[in-house]
């Protein structure tokens, strides 16, 4: 490198910093690589004519350079240098870059951020987060005002403890820092509510519904309330009297719980067009005598839209499914055992017949799988592995979860949730796990703090909220690690991997709560929980879960939840409209560059085909780990479940994506390797059955077989045993 004359460059905003040359090289290899003009060592060399040139303006002018006279000068040494298409190439990357500054501006009403943001990532949050004027409805905060206005409002959470100012504001920085450095993410309630005169910042709820007409809309009442704040809810409609049944009041005749599930459903409707909800979950027993009904509720595509739906599946069921069982399963209702029913409806969804019919659990099984083959709902539930792990027992048994699926909770009970981003965590292929200690102990303080600041206008929800004092810390970004530490998702080396992040996570949350518990007190409804009986002080009745991440995750930019990526190349629909995002991974495209394989024609095939497992021109080494969700067979979407079910508290938001030529039985087998496997809940996904998509490539899918496991060392997976702490005994 040159000796510099200065040392700083103005920037754009009008800050100083310090000269950078590795800057200078970077951005004319990347054009010199694009168009295949040179390589690293020429750009180094035309990096060097840039800097001899400023050396020599600015020692006349006398003050320092400003990034754009930067510019000029690389754009000027490339032409006279002759690499005349690299300097076209930079003259568009220019260009191209002050569109994206305008149009950064304008997505932040004409504000600035100094953050890493996409595009992309600022759409969502400002559509999302970011807080606006009541009635003009502009964007008024910036990123950093909004991360500064979240952490200041769970930093004064700690004054009603008896902290002081100053230890407000430590905490207040700490909180700043984690999320500024996408290190963790709150959910997205906690992000858009806190600070504001928004009083609801958790998320997701769930609802029982008494059988009776003012049960049923009671709590219609309360479930939209939630939704005005954008809270999703669950539902057990199991809970309600099946069709046909006698109504003591009026002595007349019950339509039935899919018939009052239509009324939620267009209750919803009516809030979302009114701009804010949130999502939904109707769950049923399949013990209950309406389950056939209720199986087939959304096969038409459209119907029940403001609806998630899942079958909640017994052990007993599924013994009888995999004895072949050839007894007709009988339901039970309020002590009262009968046949499962088919109901017929007309176009206004009244009842016209209702016909009890003798059907074995095994051919109950084959209409479950043929409606999620069709378009991947229901989605299934072991009921009774998760009331195994109920962590509240004496407040009876779980029958609901939130509309994600990761959180199984009790009637009024709420999630808490945030994500600790993994892809922060590793560093020249290894992971870091002091820092990720640090992290999961300040995210378990910042959701405790949740717990505090907010107030739900449902006296049950609110009541239930502060005596569970549940949080559900989880992670995204897992498939950006594995990609660094160059394993592949469906090895025994990442399942292994998986298992040990999410167990040190789990130790270190249960032992910050312990540690808050001896702070703050135990949690109201500790003498009901296995934490009295294990006699372990804890602050929060459960820790952990692994959320879907959804929008927190696209603003990192990251993977979410457990999930491989959908694919590495890929158009997304912008949930907030019929918008599309398009995606290349900048992993592999760092990969293909290192290589010298990146092309937009290699882009371009990556796309059409949907995975790189058929590229012959990319290495088997970069294949082998940069799989995508339809890369991995399904056996090994539920291994990967079940090494991170293994360290929750609460469940896992799982998609199990399947060829478009899967088979209907083939779904059987998958859910009943699932139940085998002891998970707690997942979806099967089919690709293309469904018209609308969120997700989008341009290929067909196509399976594959088992990745090899990679070579690295198993001990640098390992976290070091000084920072377990005593949880792990």
């Given at each position: ?26 951005a004319i290899l990347a054009v010199g690589r694009a168009t295949g003009e040179f390589n690293l060592g020429v750009a180094e060399k035309i990096s060097d004519q840039v800097v001899i040139s400023l050396n020599e303006v600015f ?155 003012d049960g049923i809309f009671g709590t219609l009442r309360d479930a939209t309330l939630l939704q005005q704040n954008g809270s999703g809810v669950g539902f057990p409609f199991h809970l309600l009297r099946p069709a046909g049944s ?484």
């Amino acid at each position: 490198m040159i000796k510099l004359n200065f040392k700083e460059v103005k920037k754009r905003d009008g800050r100083i910093v310090n000269f950078d040359q590795n800057r200078i090289t970077k951005a004319i290899l990347a054009v010199g690589r694009a168009t295949g003009e040179f390589n690293l060592g020429v750009a180094e060399k035309i990096s060097d004519q840039v800097v001899i040139s400023l050396n020599e303006v600015f020692n006349k002018r006398k003050n320092i350079p400003e990034v754009e006279n930067i510019q000029d000068i690389v754009e000027m040494t490339l032409m006279k240098e002759d690499y005349l298409e690299s300097a076209k190439a930079y003259i568009i990357y220019r260009k191209e870059h002050q569109r994206i500054r305008e149009e950064r501006k304008k997505i932040l009403n004409g504000r600035e951020t100094q953050l890493h943001l996409s595009l992309n990532s600022l759409k969502i949050l400002a559509g999302r987060y970011l807080d606006k004027d009541p009635e003009t409805r502009e964007i008024i905060e910036t990123p950093e005002e909004m991360f500064a206005r979240v952490s200041r409002a769970l930093a004064e959470v700690e004054k009603k403890y008896g902290q002081s100012a100053n230890e407000v504001k430590k905490w207040q920085d700490k909180f700043y820092q984690l999320m500024s450095n996408f290190e963790f993410l709150p959910a997205g309630r906690t992000l858009s509510n806190s600070g504001t005169t928004r009083s609801v910042i958790s998320n997701c709820v769930v609802l029982h519904i008494e059988d009776t007409m003012d049960g049923i809309f009671g709590t219609l009442r309360d479930a939209t309330l939630l939704q005005q704040n954008g809270s999703g809810v669950g539902f057990p409609f199991h809970l309600l009297r099946p069709a046909g049944s006698l109504t003591k009041r009026t002595q007349g005749i019950s339509s039935g719980p899919v018939s009052f599930l239509h009324v939620y459903d267009r209750a919803f409707g009516v809030i979302k067009q009114q701009g804010r909800h949130g999502a939904n979950m109707a769950i049923m027993r399949i013990d209950h005598p309406d389950v056939l009904d209720f199986i087939c509720a959304k096969n038409i595509e459209g119907e029940l839209s403001n609806f998630n739906i899942s079958i909640s599946l017994t052990d007993k069921f599924m013994k009888k499914v995999e004895s072949n069982s050839e007894e007709p399963w009988l339901c039970e209702f309020d002590g009262k055992k009968m046949l499962p029913r088919r109901i017929v409806r007309d176009k206004y969804n009244h009842i016209s017949q209702i016909q009890e019919i003798k059907i074995t659990p095994k051919e109950i099984m084959a209409e479950i799988a043929n409606n999620a083959w069709i378009n991947g709902e229901p989605g299934i539930i072991f009921i009774d592995q998760v009331n195994r792990t109920n962590p509240l027992p004496s407040l009876g048994r779980i029958e609901a979860s939130n509309p994600c699926g990761e959180q199984f909770l009790h009637d009024g009970d709420v999630c808490n949730l945030g994500s600790i981003n993994l892809d922060k965590f590793v560093e020249n292929k290894k992971i870091k796990w002091t820092r990720l200690k640090e992290v999961a102990e300040l995210a378990t303080r910042m959701l405790d703090n949740v717990v505090d600041l907010t107030d739900f206008s449902i006296e049950r929800t609110n009541n239930m909220v502060k005596k569970n004092r549940r949080i559900g810390i989880g992670i995204m970004g897992f498939a950006d690690m594995l990609f660094q530490l160059e394993i592949p998702y469906n090895s025994e080396k990442g399942f292994k991997t998986a298992e040990k992040v999410m167990e040190f996570i789990n130790q270190t949350t249960h032992s910050t709560s312990q540690q808050l518990a001896k702070e703050k007190d135990v949690f109201p409804n500790y003498k009901l929980s296995i934490w009295k009986k294990k006699g372990i002080r804890m602050r929060n009745a459960a820790l952990t879960c692994i959320a879907p991440t959804g929008t927190i995750s696209m603003i990192p930019e990251v993977s979410s939840g457990v999930e491989p990526y959908f694919a590495l190349v890929y158009a997304k629909k912008q949930i907030m409209g019929q918008e599309e995002f398009y995606y290349v991974n900048h992993y592999l495209e760092k990969k293909l560059r290192e290589k010298g394989l990146y092309s937009p024609k290699i882009i371009d095939k990556i796309y059409r085909e949907g995975t790189i497992q058929h590229i012959k021109e990319i290495p088997k080494s970069i294949r082998r780990v940069f799989v995508g969700s339809m890369d991995i067979a399904p056996k090994d979407h539920i291994k990967m479940e079940v090494a991170f079910q293994k360290h929750l508290d609460n469940s896992i938001s799982k998609t199990i994506n399947l060829s478009n030529d899967t088979t209907r039985f083939d779904v059987e087998k998958v859910i009943q390797l699932a139940w085998q496997s002891k998970c707690k809940a997942f979806t099967v996904y089919r690709s293309g059955s469904r018209e609308e998509e969120v997700l989008t490539t341009k290929g067909k899918e196509n399976a594959s077989d088992d990745c090899p496991n990679c070579d690295s060392k198993q001990d640098e997976m390992t976290p070091p045993s000084s920072l377990l702490g005593d949880s792990t005994k």
